[in-house]
């Protein structure tokens, strides 16, 4: 009763946070670009232009366990690789893509992934905010022939994955470093800068199946074998850096790295049904990149991220790897007067 009064606490506080944050992100959404006074030595912003872009993309949401006495066991969904086409205008984004089958043939022999993946990246002039929900059904064991006699993939239809989090981080030297740039492509970082990252995150989730998470034939640490189901909530402070090198003011590699302090509960199960509670202290990643070629209109780049949760238990750890890989090819169009106009409300981005 005591671990469950704590769960709800944790529940309500991660209500409370996301309400904050996002009252906040708004709050700070109310104020024009002219009055965001960026140094335009370092980057350009194009506040009368929408960014349109054609994109390739892979989602994806991968638990793995970390055996202390054993093999780790890392499972991988069968996501489809998308094609969409997008549009930026100030800090909203709107993409729209679609896995056809022509390029995604062959991918049955690993199984089928069911899956709602909702990721919202919102790059703000002073901040930006993550906000995942990610469910996932169906997996299968990495590499080919783990837990298999033959050559086999090993797939999991029983597996479910829900995750779900928020994080929000204040980019301290935004009047020279520009994430927009890089990951929206609706800016264009002309010299090299960098900034410090300041914030906090949130998650909630949980990981279960209809038997053991480890195969019988994969050794495990005692303390995990039987393992069928965890649920977590956390939340703490966190703290980063990014940088942006440019070369020749058009080619560029940005890279950023967040990590967390966080307050841990979990629980899990096993298939006897006994279950152990536990608290502790965990650390968590959030990783960007972003490299490509950016011009005045043009820009053609990969961009990727990645967010590491962690939980752990004795006899090991728990972690879930999450994020996103787009190819972009995007490019900038002037818009006239009266869509200006009509699109004033999104060119908030202090």
Same mark, same amino acid.
């Given at each position: 009763?005591?671990?469950?009064?704590?769960?709800?606490?944790? !529940?309500?506080?991660?209500?409370?946070?996301?309400? /904050?944050?996002?009252?906040?992100?708004?709050?700070?959404?109310?104020?024009?670009?002219? %009055?965001?006074?960026?140094?335009?030595?370092?980057?350009?912003?194009?506040?009368?232009?929408?960014?349109?872009?054609?994109?390739?993309?892979?989602k994806?949401s991968?638990?793995?366990?970390?055996?202390?006495?054993?093999?780790?066991?890392?499972?991988?969904?069968?996501?489809?690789?998308?094609?969409?086409?997008?549009?930026?205008?100030?800090?909203?984004?709107?993409?729209?893509?679609?896995?056809?089958?022509?390029?995604?043939?062959?991918?049955d022999v690993?199984?089928?992934?069911?899956?709602?993946?909702?990721? %919202? #990246? /919102?790059?703000?002039?002073?901040?930006?905010?993550?906000?995942?929900?990610?469910?996932?059904?169906?997996?299968?064991?990495?590499?080919?022939?783990?837990?298999?006699?033959?050559?086999?993939?090993?797939?999991?239809?029983?597996?479910?994955?829900?995750? !779900?989090?928020?994080?929000?981080? #204040?980019?301290?030297?935004?009047?020279?470093?520009?994430?927009?740039?890089?990951m929206?492509?609706?800016?264009?970082?002309?010299?090299?800068?960098g900034?410090?990252?300041l914030?906090?995150?949130?998650?909630?989730?949980?990981?279960?199946?209809?038997? %053991?998470?480890?195969?019988?034939?994969?050794s495990?640490?005692?303390?995990?074998?039987?393992?069928?189901?965890?649920?977590y909530?956390?939340?703490?402070?966190?703290?980063?850096?990014?940088?942006?090198?440019?070369?020749?003011? #058009?080619?560029?590699?940005?890279?950023?790295?967040?990590g967390?302090?966080?307050?841990?509960?979990?629980?899990?199960?096993?298939?006897?049904? #006994? %279950?152990?509670?536990?608290?502790?202290?965990?650390?968590?990643?959030?990783?960007?990149?972003?490299?490509?070629?950016?011009?005045?209109?043009?820009?053609?780049?990969?961009?990727?991220?990645?967010?590491?949760?962690?939980?752990?238990?004795?006899?090991?750890?728990?972690?879930?790897?999450?994020?996103?890989?787009?190819?972009?090819?995007?490019?900038?169009?002037?818009?006239?007067?009266?869509?200006?106009?009509?699109?004033?409300?999104?060119?908030?981005?202090?």
């Amino acid at each position: 009763m005591r671990t469950t009064s704590h769960f709800i606490a944790l !529940m309500r506080l991660f209500l409370l946070c996301l309400t /904050v944050m996002m009252l906040c992100g708004h709050a700070g959404y109310a104020q024009t670009d002219t %009055s965001a006074r960026f140094d335009k030595r370092y980057y350009e912003s194009y506040p009368d232009h929408i960014t349109t872009r054609l994109f390739l993309s892979r989602k994806y949401s991968s638990p793995t366990i970390i055996n202390n006495s054993g093999k780790d066991v890392r499972y991988m969904p069968n996501t489809k690789l998308n094609l969409g086409v997008g549009a930026t205008y100030g800090w909203f984004t709107l993409n729209l893509a679609y896995g056809f089958d022509f390029m995604n043939k062959g991918e049955d022999v690993r199984g089928k992934t069911k899956y709602l993946d909702l990721q %919202s #990246h /919102v790059y703000a002039r002073k901040w930006n905010f993550d906000l995942l929900g990610q469910f996932y059904t169906g997996f299968y064991l990495y590499p080919k022939g783990t837990a298999s006699s033959s050559e086999d993939w090993y797939t999991r239809p029983d597996l479910k994955v829900a995750h !779900m989090g928020f994080a929000a981080y #204040h980019i301290v030297n935004w009047q020279r470093f520009s994430y927009r740039a890089a990951m929206l492509q609706n800016e264009w970082q002309r010299k090299s800068a960098g900034s410090l990252l300041l914030g906090a995150e949130v998650y909630y989730g949980n990981i279960h199946a209809d038997s %053991s998470f480890i195969p019988s034939s994969v050794s495990a640490d005692e303390k995990l074998k039987g393992v069928e189901r965890i649920r977590y909530a956390t939340i703490g402070p966190g703290i980063g850096y990014a940088y942006t090198v440019v070369v020749g003011e #058009h080619f560029y590699a940005t890279g950023s790295v967040t990590g967390t302090l966080s307050l841990n509960i979990a629980r899990q199960w096993n298939d006897e049904r #006994h %279950s152990i509670s536990k608290g502790t202290l965990q650390g968590g990643w959030f990783y960007r990149l972003g490299i490509g070629y950016n011009s005045s209109r043009t820009n053609i780049s990969v961009s990727w991220v990645n967010n590491d949760f962690h939980t752990r238990f004795d006899g090991g750890r728990y972690l879930l790897r999450t994020g996103n890989v787009r190819f972009n090819m995007a490019y900038r169009i002037k818009a006239g007067p009266k869509l200006l106009h009509r699109l004033r409300f999104l060119s908030m981005n202090k």
